[in-house]
């Protein structure tokens, strides 16, 4: 994977940061000296952390609330026993999938793999709580997979019409999903009933409401709500926001400026299929009508929109795969929206679950989050022949964190009509994180679907790239996205410098930069009210992390909400919903 640490990535941002060609004046620079600055940006955001207009509060971003240390399961399951054998030459997956689903009858434990190469020819099914699959370490564990998703499951046509596979941007060969919704979101695909992917089911109608929510701000931690008799501490529940007939849930989603009331909303069919906003949180504490959240509200809770929380279909908490490479069998590329679905990891409706140190192959697409929020992959990469999305953020995923990730660079020629993207976001996603990180080629990405309120920091990037979406999907941009220091490599601006097309954004420390390739124009007119910061010297100001600042800030007790910094929740099974 070479080096991902915190000083290889830096090492490298700095010595391509040196070599740059001129271009546009810096608008600030290091002092002299070479000294980090503390950025105005950071000052302001420090005063009101949950409520600062260009920059999101993702200080809880992650599995557990961003925690460094992952609880695994005790009880191991040794993968051998089940009769995995890794000789490369027989189908492992039977008794892979075995040793999974033994550990999830048992209430939880680790499916362990020993080093080799273990052949796969179905999907590996991660469907219970509690349930982790490791291997001896990405160098030395391998799942070689010799069949793709098509072949396994069927052909998956999207919801929208047309001939493109939703296998460009769904499902993995290594799939963590609770085992009911991956069963049923298989049976629809086989009976050509594009489902819905997210939290209340194929046709979005598997919920029914706990209570209603009175109004409230941005950032606020708590709540007030018509009934908590059915509300428990440690509870996994959906915040649900509806739109209106004028919109305005989305206006407020791009930050609710001239541009955004402007702006025409009714045509946008596909974008306005996003909402009812899903956003999945744990309850931290229920007191009289008072509900506290583990993580700030990402948006106004008003009337208007119809609030409430709500039941969801079963997650998949605490669950995860780590120390292992998938590979698929070397494969062309195919051509743009026809993949076959040699894909890599994908969590779906999972909460607090993750990946370390886990390398993917000759996929098609690499690590998918599908209606995930709150998981954690870390130390990740894609490498080989090429992806069409290396990552990818869709369908209302929230609050998770990629740190420590690599995008290699591809061993063989682009295929002719092909596609790169990179960091994908879409589909109403927010609050998630991208942090340290090096991309060898692809790009900031986004399908439209208007994401909001997403950090990209510490990345170095060979900006060659390009985003997708059609009108439909609307924006490219809502409002709150940050890239913080971020060095591009080969000076293209496209993605990466976003205060003339992101709404109410922040670009803080990217490297000098001019537009080419693929130009975009604002979604919105008029004032986008966006700043820029240090542009033209990555790494001249402080902090050089985001995400890893506000962790600090909240360390230090300046960003928690009064009366909820002792509080902890440890979770391992769903409540009755």
Request: hydrophobic letters at 35%.
């Amino acid at each position: 994977m070479g080096d991902l640490s915190r000083r290889g990535i830096l090492g490298g941002a700095i010595a391509v940061a040196a070599t740059a060609v001129a271009g546009p004046v810096a608008t600030a620079a290091p002092r002299p000296g070479g000294a980090a600055q503390p950025a105005t940006l950071w000052r302001e955001f420090t005063r009101a952390p949950y409520t600062h207009p260009q920059i999101p509060y993702v200080g809880r971003a992650g599995a557990r609330r961003g925690a460094r240390h992952l609880q695994r399961p005790e009880r191991v399951f040794h993968a051998h026993r089940y009769g995995a054998r890794p000789d490369a030459q027989s189908n492992a997956a039977p008794a892979i999938n075995r040793a999974l689903a033994a550990a999830g009858r048992a209430g939880g434990g680790t499916v362990q793999l020993a080093p080799g190469t273990y052949r796969i020819d179905d999907i590996i099914r991660i469907g219970d709580d509690d349930v982790v699959l490791r291997g001896a370490g990405s160098g030395r564990t391998k799942l070689l997979a010799t069949r793709n998703l098509t072949e396994l499951v069927g052909p998956y046509g999207s919801r929208y019409g047309g001939d493109k596979s939703s296998w460009s941007w769904a499902g993995g060969l290594i799939w963590l999903c609770p085992r009911e919704r991956l069963e049923g979101l298989t049976a629809a695909i086989r009976a050509k009933d594009w489902p819905f992917e997210g939290w209340t089911g194929n046709k979005r109608d598997e919920w029914r409401t706990l209570t209603t929510v009175a109004p409230a701000t941005r950032g606020s931690w708590s709540v007030r709500v018509a009934d908590t008799s059915r509300l428990r501490r440690g509870s996994l529940v959906l915040l649900r926001l509806a739109d209106d007939a004028d919109h305005t849930l989305l206006e407020h989603m791009a930050g609710a400026g001239p541009g955004a009331r402007a702006y025409t909303w009714d045509d946008k069919t596909k974008l306005t299929s996003y909402v009812p906003y899903e956003w999945p949180v744990r309850i931290a504490q229920v007191k009289r009508h008072t509900v506290t959240f583990e993580r700030p509200l990402p948006l106004d809770v008003r009337p208007e929109w119809d609030p409430r929380l709500t039941t969801h279909v079963p997650a998949l908490t605490g669950s995860g795969v780590e120390g292992l490479t998938l590979e698929a069998v070397q494969t062309p590329q195919s051509p743009h929206l026809l993949d076959k679905g040699h894909n890599g990891v994908t969590f779906q409706c999972a909460y607090d679950c993750w990946a370390d140190d886990v390398h993917v192959r000759h996929v098609d697409n690499g690590f998918g989050l599908v209606a995930a929020s709150a998981c954690t992959l870390r130390r990740t990469s894609v490498g080989g022949r090429g992806s069409h999305h290396p990552y990818f953020c869709r369908e209302g995923s929230h609050d998770n964190l990629i740190e420590e990730f690599r995008v290699e660079r591809r061993t063989v020629p682009t295929p002719a009509g092909t596609q790169l993207h990179g960091i994908n976001v879409e589909g109403l996603s927010s609050y998630n994180v991208w942090s340290r990180g090096v991309m060898e080629m692809g790009t900031f990405d986004t399908h439209r679907g208007m994401p909001f309120a997403n950090v990209r920091t510490e990345i170095t990037v060979e900006n060659d790239g390009r985003h997708g979406g059609d009108a439909s999907a609307g924006p490219l941009y809502g409002a709150r996205f940050a890239h913080w220091n971020v060095t591009v490599t080969n000076q293209r601006a496209g993605l990466v410098k976003i205060d003339g097309i992101a709404p109410y954004s922040a670009t803080v420390g990217i490297s000098l930069v001019r537009e080419f390739d693929q130009i975009d124009v604002p979604d919105f007119s008029g004032e986008l009210n966006s700043r820029i910061e240090a542009y033209g010297s990555p790494g001249s100001v402080r902090p050089r992390n985001l995400y890893e600042a506000q962790r600090a800030l909240a360390g230090r007790g300046r960003a928690q909400p009064k009366g909820t910094r002792r509080t902890t929740v440890t979770v391992r099974t769903e409540p009755d919903t």
